[in-house]
């Protein structure tokens, strides 16, 4: 059993009030006494198709149950209790923070299963809800990650690098390694409640652990589009943001992955939806004259990070006219593999490593916007695959480098 | 006639023989003390770079921040730097001791002055290294910041923070080696000044047309159709 000595003694007391419980669902995003009802009744219907239903116990923040507008407590309305935890951070805090209050309340209670639904639960469908708790509830998998209805452009970094990176170095196929909405099996709560290092504010870190450690993994279809975090204020913030923790996760599994050979699909429950089109105007100049004014004044800098081969390689695209520029996927995976092995080895500080990633990372997705502004949902799935299978194909090129750094020094 | 010059010859010989005698023991000891300080730099050295690279110096330096130190040190090695470092004031402290060895006032004056100036000396070096690390490490924070926000003049923005640093650094290592007193401080201030108020002068008259149009955009923001938002999404 965890240590519970993180909660405050008012939780601690609830918890051991409500007893056993065979499964928790989390929704750390519910504000209001009105979203709380919805979701309590989406919870409801969701568990309607569970068998057998179980005792469940819905975790949600302080503020939603203080609402004017929810009748006190409102105990009659609902079929299992509910418990407000201890206030979670908001999105863009420390998020390994929420998410241990959310596993200590799972494992205090002892439920075979945890769903955390970060997104707006009001938007969620039952059936959806239904996919993240059935696989682990029914089938026995540890960890169910979401499927996003992508745009073409929704989540960038995540299609450019989380997703093929996490695919090549752990061997599974996750659409959305990180999101917002998790299944979790008992099993893997525990795992997770073991003391760690300070994990950053994106939850990127269970697939790797999940896939190193030998837990089943499947992914299910949401049907709701990625869901909108707090943006961080520039590209270079959503850079530092993301690959910040990923780069740092990397060098924690250094040992798992590098045993990893290829990659295998994961089981996918539901089915994908129709891709939404995007509103904006694609205009890719403005970011390929973004990498061209990187290549201009970084230089120094890259020389630090990347070798000379990729730097002529990045001097040809500083070429091309927009229409035609490309970044090919192998360069695109060298590159940041490199900017991987630069960060692990500090070769300089690990904020300007990010930063400089930056302007490569705008030119990768100027060459992505460039191929598929106009393609069908199944085209834009072919490119992602091909950029995955890119990213396994340069693995040994990272083992390498990983393991004998001077030997490639640049 | 002839004999007194010979006197004299001979007795201003005696002198210079005497004068001699009298500084080869200072010698002596000047080169013993020299020998010794060498020897003890070397051991000293030895024990100091086994002891850094046992706790792996060079990589903890780039782990602070403090990677630019490997430019300027021999073999881009920070461990080198400091033991070189080390060995050479050991051996300085040692020629000092040698030469305050000379029975003579005015070299053991001169060796108290030494000694008694060698702390500004460290401290001036340290503060211009020091200076040196955070003016590089600030001009390429700067530098790969600016070029994030797309500002044209990104390198020119960094060479300025650079060359502030740079400046301030070597201002206060000379205000700490004591040289040039009031002059340093007054050429510093004024050229501090003059660049605080060319930047100020040239991002007033360089940007005149931006604030222009930002003020014009502001204006026409009720009437003029909005400028469609890019579709990217990154996180």
Redesign the interface.
């Given at each position: 059993m965890a240590d519970l000595d993180a909660l405050s003694s008012e939780l601690k007391d609830r918890l051991a009030q409500l007893g056993q419980a065979e499964l928790v669902v989390a929704v750390p995003g519910v504000a209001t006494g009105e979203a709380l009802r919805n979701t309590v009744e989406r919870v409801r219907s969701a568990l309607n198709g569970v068998t057998p239903g179980p005792k469940t116990v819905l975790v949600h923040p302080d503020g939603a149950m203080t609402d004017p507008s929810s009748a006190n407590g409102q105990p009659a309305l609902l079929p299992f209790p509910i418990t407000p935890v201890d206030r979670f951070p908001a999105p863009g805090e420390n998020l390994s923070e929420a998410y241990r209050s959310m596993f200590l309340a799972s494992s205090r209670l002892g439920a075979r299963a945890c769903v955390v639904v970060g997104s707006d639960p009001t938007t969620l469908s039952a059936e959806a809800l239904q996919r993240l708790v059935q696989p682990v509830v029914e089938q026995g998998f540890d960890l169910v990650t979401p499927c996003y209805l992508r745009r073409r452009f929704d989540a960038l970094l995540n299609s450019g690098v989380v997703s093929p990176l996490s695919r090549a170095l752990y061997g599974k196929r996750l659409r959305f390694p990180v999101g917002a909405d998790f299944g979790f099996s008992a099993r893997l709560v525990e795992r997770e409640l073991q003391p760690a290092t300070e994990r950053g504010v994106m939850p990127i870190w269970f697939a790797s652990d999940a896939a190193c450690g030998g837990f089943k993994i499947a992914q299910a279809h949401l049907d709701v589009p990625v869901p909108v975090q707090k943006d961080p204020p520039d590209v270079s913030a959503a850079v530092a943001q993301l690959l910040g923790p990923l780069f740092q996760d990397i060098e924690r599994n250094a040992a798992c992955w590098q045993k990893v050979r290829g990659s295998l699909p994961v089981p996918t429950f539901g089915m994908a939806g129709p891709m939404a089109e995007e509103t904006g105007v694609v205009d890719v100049s403005r970011m390929v004259e973004a990498f061209r004014l990187g290549y201009r004044n970084l230089q120094d800098v890259w020389s630090v990070v990347l070798p000379p081969a990729t730097l002529v390689e990045l001097k040809r695209l500083t070429q091309l006219a927009p229409e035609a520029f490309r970044l090919a996927d192998d360069l695109w995976a060298r590159i940041v593999y490199d900017f991987a092995l630069a960060f692990r080895l500090r070769s300089m500080s690990r904020d300007h490593v990010l930063g400089a990633l930056t302007p490569l990372y705008r030119a990768w997705v100027a060459s992505y916007a460039a191929e598929v502004r106009t393609a069908a949902a199944a085209a834009v799935e072919q490119r992602l695959e091909r950029l995955g299978t890119a990213f396994e194909t340069q693995k040994p090129y990272f083992v390498s480098r990983w393991r004998w750094p001077d030997r490639f020094n640049p | 006639m002839w004999e007194q010059a010979q006197q004299a010859l001979n007795q201003s010989s005696d002198r210079v023989i005497a004068g001699l005698a009298n500084l080869l023991p200072g010698i002596v000891a000047l080169l013993v003390a020299l020998a010794l300080s060498a020897a003890a730099a070397w051991v000293l050295a030895l024990l100091l770079r086994r002891f850094l690279r046992g706790i792996r110096f060079d990589?903890r330096l780039?782990?602070w921040?403090l990677?630019g130190l490997a430019d300027w040190s021999p073999s881009k090695s920070p461990t080198l730097l400091v033991t070189r470092t080390v060995s050479w004031l050991v051996v300085l402290v040692g020629f000092l001791i040698g030469i305050a060895a000379f029975d003579a006032a005015i070299t053991s004056e001169l060796a108290m002055q030494l000694f008694r100036y060698l702390p500004n000396v460290v401290a001036a070096v340290a503060l211009f290294l020091l200076g040196n690390v955070l003016a590089r490490?600030l001009a390429?924070?700067v530098?790969?910041?600016?070029?994030?926000?797309?500002v044209?003049y990104?390198?020119l923005l960094?060479l300025g923070v650079k060359w502030l640093v740079l400046i301030l650094a070597a201002a206060m290592a000379l205000e700490h080696l004591g040289i040039g007193g009031k002059i340093v401080e007054l050429a510093f201030g004024i050229m501090f000044g003059g660049i605080v108020l060319a930047l100020a002068l040239a991002v007033g008259l360089g940007s005149k047309d931006l604030v222009s149009r930002s003020l014009e955009r502001q204006a026409d923001k009720t009437t003029a159709p909005e400028e469609?938002?890019?579709?990217?999404?990154?996180?």
């Open positions: - | 990589e780039e782990g921040g990677s490490f390429r924070g530098l790969i910041s600016a070029v994030n926000h797309n044209q990104a390198r960094s469609a938002p890019e579709p990217f999404r990154h996180v």
